[in-house]
């Protein structure tokens, strides 16, 4: 098991996928060490990609001044909690150097847009991961991300 | 002619005199010594010592002139001392001049002050060993305590005629705290141990150090109602300094109100140390159990900071145990030198203040809880 | 050592014995220790309750924040050991504080302390999070942990 497959297995999003799952994912992500200061993605812009956190620290910082710290491995940053409508709704920034694995959004978008026992298994994660991440926003888990 | 000067000379001091009383006005002048020579604890001993000279003028009995005769002016200002008064009002001075701010960051070390409290109990057991009674053991074993104030109250609450004695006792080796305990601290600590450094002490607010002394009074005084005296003016004047809105009463308490109790305190124990009253078998007995009862306390602090040191993280040094007999500021002073000999960069004073000022509440505490059993 | 004299005086354990000293003393010593024990006891937790009285609103976030405790697993609980350095850093975000609001907008506090010039402000700003110095509420908001502070810079 790679270190993609490994921090996959962790991520409370991907973690109920059995192992031929998470092998299928491991060629979607790509490895990026990053350095505090650094901005994975601005508020506003198109999004492109999502990022699954494998060592460090990101400040993902929302609308009104509301911002969840995104501090251990398998964090994701990614689907509601910061795109909407294909745009950023939020900034994040690197806070403490580490490694994230880079995401195409579309990749994942499609891979949750469909009717599959996987799909159902990684919004069922995310919406846990929403509930103790992010519980200020009870209707992220839900809200579509086109 | 002859006659009318045989008489006069037969009042005089010269001819009533006893070697009593010279032993004890050379005591006195000792006591005036050690305090503006050596600065041995002055505002205490200075007023002490001069009280022994007038105690032990020879005067005609009948007269009205002795501290033990009825309506003499010395009797009257006894009064305060036989009744308890003047204690509690030094305690309020004392309140009103003490920061209980390192006790309040670090309570742990309150610890101490309570273990240098054995004393008491160990020289009670020694002095109703020694042919003492019950009350004058509770009495004799307060010395302990390293708290004049506390000492004379309690003596004057269950054995009023060794308030001599056991006062002097008492002041004597709380002037003498830099003599007897450096070399019981340096006989039950290690060089290592010495040498070890405390923690700075956290902020402590305003607003902890004004409810500090309710709770620590009401807490206290339902444990043992008995310490009310002390304790609750030790913590009333304490409120007084910490509320600020009431800083002229605390300037009051603890500059002119302190001053004059001490002034009549000081005098009237040391007028009470009358050659033929003073000086007894019982009282050699009590200077000798008084010292036991102070190195005792000052070993029992040492050794249960030791013991506290085999459970805490971050080790305390354990001279603060020393500190634990109230005789503020004395025993922290002490402690910071004794310190300082092995580290000048270490700075203790500020640590030993804790334990030292919880003496002062152990030993009320004490006080009450022997008065409660005694009675 | 025991003994009694001609006028019927107890001497050395016999007079202990016949006066219940041990008793005496055993009960006196508990009774101090017990006193002071206690008062030790209670003022070690009086800045806590002075820091609740002096931030009300961290009552309701307390009782919020204890029925969401696993929400919070990355604060560690443990008693800090900060360097001075370390120590300077939560003073100086202190002050920043202090000129916000009870609640603590973290992008804000990022941009403040950019601002004032304070040097590596992400990775303080995510060690004061790790200490559990700043702390999340539920709302996406952070607050300023006082007690957590005290202790841990002094």
Redo the contacts between chains.
């Keep these: 098991m790679d270190s993609s497959a490994a921090c996959l297995s962790e991520s409370i999003i991907f973690k109920g996928l059995d192992a031929r799952d998470i092998d299928s994912l491991v060629p979607l992500f790509s490895r990026r060490t990053v350095v505090p200061g650094e901005i994975l993605a601005q508020a506003g812009h198109g999004t492109q990609f999502f990022f699954l956190l494998e060592e460090g620290a990101l400040l993902v910082a929302m609308e009104e001044g509301r911002a969840v710290v995104l501090n251990r491995p398998g964090d994701f940053a990614g689907l509601s909690m910061v795109s909407h409508n294909g745009t950023n709704t939020a900034t994040i920034t690197v806070l403490e150097k580490g490694a994230v694995w880079v995401v195409s959004c579309l990749k994942i978008l499609d891979l949750t847009g469909h009717d599959t026992q996987m799909a159902a298994i990684i919004m069922e994660g995310w919406q846990q991961f929403c509930k103790e991440k992010a519980p200020f926003c009870s209707n992220l888990a839900e809200t579509g991300v086109i | 002619m002859d006659t009318l000067f045989l008489e006069f000379f037969q009042n005089t001091g010269f001819y009533l005199c006893d070697y009593r009383n010279i032993i004890m006005i050379i005591v006195g002048m000792i006591f005036i010594y050690l305090g503006i020579a050596k600065d041995y604890e002055p505002l205490l001993l200075v007023p002490i010592g001069f009280g022994m000279l007038v105690g032990n003028i020879p005067v005609f009995k009948g007269l009205g002139l002795g501290i033990y005769e009825n309506n003499s002016v010395l009797h009257y200002l006894y009064f305060g001392v036989t009744q308890g008064i003047y204690p509690p009002l030094i305690f309020l001075g004392i309140g009103a001049m003490t920061d209980f701010s390192t006790?309040?960051?670090r309570?742990?070390l309150?610890?101490l002050?309570?273990a240098a409290?054995?004393g008491?109990?160990?020289t009670?057991?020694g002095a109703?060993?020694?042919?003492f009674?019950?009350k004058e053991?509770a009495a004799i074993g307060i010395i302990g305590g390293a708290d004049g104030p506390t000492a004379i109250f309690l003596t004057a609450k269950l054995a009023p005629h060794l308030i001599g004695p056991i006062a002097v006792a008492a002041y004597s080796y709380m002037a003498l705290v830099p003599v007897i305990q450096p070399p019981i601290m340096k006989l039950l600590t290690s060089r290592k141990e010495r040498l070890i450094r405390m923690?700075?002490?956290?902020?402590?607010?305003k607003?902890?150090k004004m409810?500090?002394p309710v709770?620590?009074f009401l807490?206290?005084c339902f444990?043992?109602p008995a310490a009310l005296p002390l304790l609750g003016m030790l913590c009333f004047g304490n409120l007084l300094k910490e509320a600020v809105v009431t800083e002229r009463l605390a300037v009051t308490a603890r500059t002119a109100l302190i001053d004059i109790a001490t002034i009549l305190l000081g005098l009237t124990v040391g007028a009470s140390t009358q050659g033929d009253v003073f000086l007894t078998q019982n009282s050699v007995k009590i200077f000798v159990l008084g010292a036991l009862s102070f190195c005792i306390a000052t070993a029992c602090g040492l050794l249960f900071a030791k013991f506290m040191n085999l459970f805490l993280k971050k080790k305390i040094n354990p001279l603060l145990g020393a500190a634990g007999v109230s005789a503020v500021p004395d025993s922290a002073r002490v402690v910071h030198v004794v310190g300082q000999r092995e580290d000048p960069s270490n700075f203790l004073l500020m640590h030993a203040m804790a334990p030292n000022v919880?003496g002062v509440?152990?030993s009320a505490?004490?006080a009450g809880?022997?008065w409660s059993?005694m009675i | 050592?025991n003994g009694v004299?001609a006028v019927g005086?107890?001497?050395?354990?016999e007079?202990?014995n016949a006066?219940?000293?041990?008793a005496?003393?055993v009960?006196?010593?508990t009774?101090?220790?017990?006193?002071?024990?206690?008062?030790?006891?209670?003022?070690?937790q009086?800045?806590k309750?002075?820091t609740l009285?002096?931030n009300p609103g961290r009552i309701k976030k307390l009782f919020a924040l204890k029925s969401k405790s696993a929400a919070k697993a990355g604060t560690p609980k443990k008693h800090l050991v900060l360097t001075e350095a370390q120590k300077q850093i939560c003073r100086q975000y202190n002050l920043l504080a202090q000129t916000m609001d009870d609640v603590i907008s973290l992008p804000k506090l990022l941009r403040m302390a950019e601002l004032s010039g304070l040097k590596e402000p992400h990775a303080n700003i995510n060690f004061l999070v790790k200490s559990g110095i700043l702390c999340a509420d539920e709302q996406g908001y952070f607050r300023w942990d006082e007690d957590r502070f005290?202790?841990a810079?002094?």
Aim: aromatic content about 8%; overall charge negative; charged content about 10%.
């Design positions: 006790l309040l960051a309570p742990v309150m610890l002050g309570a409290q054995a008491i109990f160990i009670f057991l109703l060993a020694l042919g009674l019950p053991s923690e700075e002490p956290r902020q402590v607010s607003r902890e409810i500090f709770i620590a807490l206290c444990l043992a919880s509440i152990g505490i004490a809880v022997l059993l | 050592m004299d005086v107890l001497y050395g354990l007079a202990i006066h219940n000293g041990w005496i003393s009960v006196g010593v009774i101090v220790f017990t006193g002071l024990v206690s008062l030790s006891v209670l003022i070690s009086l800045h309750l002075v009285y002096n005290i202790r810079v002094s």
